[in-house]
Structures are given as structure tokens and as C-alpha cells.
């Protein structure tokens, strides 16, 4: 879609919306040929907003890691915050998002057996900054993995970080409870 003062007014107006908690899925998604150069004019404006109306952001990246953190950091997108949706990169970029005050969203991909570089970040990373994540009606967790996905599997993921940060389930249900309430600003 073009970038046009009347296309994004329409997302101007849906935030005036009362149950309107966040912007997004926004971001860059190399994966499907498109504009690239559009992707990052719609990703800035949609940062501004978010900066703006002081909503946080949940960022879509797709084959698109430096392009996306460059963006993050050139935009100030930290000032809205947010999360990185169904995070899959490297240790060292999770640190960066990490440091910029990001929450990493941890989904069905952590419970499969070629997950192992998301495993080291999920050990890595403070349980304060993980959100638990479905991306319904992909990424099912094994033992579904190529089914559909809903919420009610987000169990296997909680299992996988408990397993990982060798805490209980229950801890990890209600820290990750906490920081999503916290991004979103919303009450428990």
C-alpha cells in the first residue's frame, strides 16, 4: 500500500479507539519480495506515532535483522518500547534489543529441537523481559509443530522456559503475566 497522508490517517484514528493498547504488527518483512524502501517509510511513521501517542510497539521482523534494529535505534523506538515479536536472532542482537528496554516474545519455536541458539537467549535473557507469545495460527509448539496454533498450547512454551530457567511453571506464569501487563499498561 502507498504511503499517503490518507492512508495513515486511518491508523491515527484507530488508536483514538478506547481498547487500543499498542501499534502493531509493525516492522520490516524481507522474506516475500516487496518494496523494502516503503516497508522502512511505513515502519518509521508508524514509530512516530507510537512515540507520539505514547503507545509501545510490537515489532515484525522478518529476514530483516539489522535493517530492523537500525530502525529501532535511528527512530527512538525505545521511547515508545515494546516488544520484538517471535524473536529468532542471534544472542548478541537480543542483547542489543535487551539493553534498548524490549521485551523478546517467545513462542511455539522455543519447544523445537533446532531451536537451540533461542534456548541460549531464553537462558540468557531476565524472565522481566520475556512475553509469551502463540503468533496464531502459526508456530504450534511440538508436539503440534506444523498444526494449527492457538492459545491453549502456550502451556508447552511455559514448560520449555521452566525446563530452561529451571524455575516453576507457576513463576513463569505470573512474571510473564506482569510484563505483559506492564507493556500494554494494563491492570491485571
Not at 518483512?29 to 512516530?48: G, N, P, R, T
Not at 510497539?57 to 527512538?76: F, G, N, P, Y
Not at 531476565?126 to 496454533?149: H, M, Q, S, V, W
Request: aromatic content about 10%; hydrophobic content about 40%.
Amino acid at each position: 500500500m502507498e504511503f499517503t497522508d490518507e492512508n495513515f490517517s486511518c491508523i491515527e484514528e484507530m488508536l483514538a479507539q478506547d481498547k487500543i493498547v499498542a501499534v502493531g504488527e509493525i516492522g520490516l518483512d524481507y522474506h516475500w519480495e516487496s518494496d523494502k524502501q516503503l516497508q522502512k517509510v511505513w515502519f518509521a511513521a508508524q514509530i512516530d506515532l507510537a512515540r507520539r501517542e505514547g503507545y509501545p510497539i510490537m515489532v515484525h521482523s522478518r529476514d530483516a535483522a539489522a535493517d530492523t534494529l537500525d530502525m529501532v535505534k535511528a527512530e527512538k523506538a525505545y521511547e515508545a518500547g515494546g516488544v520484538i515479536h517471535c524473536f529468532s536472532y542471534e544472542k548478541e542482537m537480543a542483547r542489543q534489543y535487551l539493553d534498548l528496554g524490549f521485551y523478546l516474545g517467545i513462542g511455539g519455536v522455543l519447544t523445537f529441537k533446532n531451536a537451540r541458539k533461542l534456548k541460549e537467549i531464553v537462558e540468557y535473557m531476565p524472565l522481566e523481559r520475556i512475553l509469551l507469545e502463540t503468533d496464531c495460527p502459526y508456530l504450534a509448539p511440538e508436539p503440534f509443530r506444523g498444526k494449527r496454533n492457538d492459545s491453549t498450547l502456550i502451556r508447552y512454551v511455559v514448560d520449555a522456559i521452566a525446563d530452561i530457567k529451571g524455575i516453576s511453571k507457576d513463576e513463569i506464569v505470573g512474571v510473564t503475566t506482569a510484563n505483559s501487563c506492564r507493556m500494554y499498561n494494563i491492570g491485571q
